[in-house]
Nanobody, 125 residues
């Protein structure tokens, strides 16, 4: 069992930056591929970024590539999402998720093993 808690959301102006964090419980954090997803009001949840179990591999949605950076620290059971050059269309609730078997290219918005409760990011124009 893994419990995930997101933090770092808030209100930021377009062009600004935010850093999201995900803290995981348990002693097997490095066994899970991790991902960030987001859901905007009235829209389906979508994949944002994924990171491999070791942290060596990352994968991004085209919409955030070059602006967002995912990272993890297996010694501290944490994962981060550095978001730069934010746009109003990045406004959403951001969720971290963990999966024991998926890879960073096979993560699905509703197919991960464990989910956090989300943190809201609002980007004003």
């Amino acid at each position: 069992q893994v419990q995930l808690v997101e933090s770092g959301g808030g209100l930021v102006q377009a062009g600004g930056s935010l850093r999201l964090s995900c803290a995981a419980s348990g002693r097997t954090f490095s066994s899970y591929a991790m991902g960030w997803f987001r859901q905007a009001p009235g829209k389906e949840r979508e994949f944002v970024a994924g990171i491999s179990r070791s942290g060596d591999g990352t994968y991004y949605a085209d919409s955030v590539k070059g602006r967002f950076t995912i990272s993890r620290n297996n010694a501290k059971n944490t994962m981060n999402l550095q978001m730069n050059s934010l746009k109003p269309e990045d406004t959403a609730t951001y969720y971290c998720a963990a999966d024991r078997t998926r890879t960073i290219t096979t993560m699905k918005a509703y197919g991960m093993d464990y989910w956090g409760k989300g943190t809201l990011v609002t980007v004003s124009s």
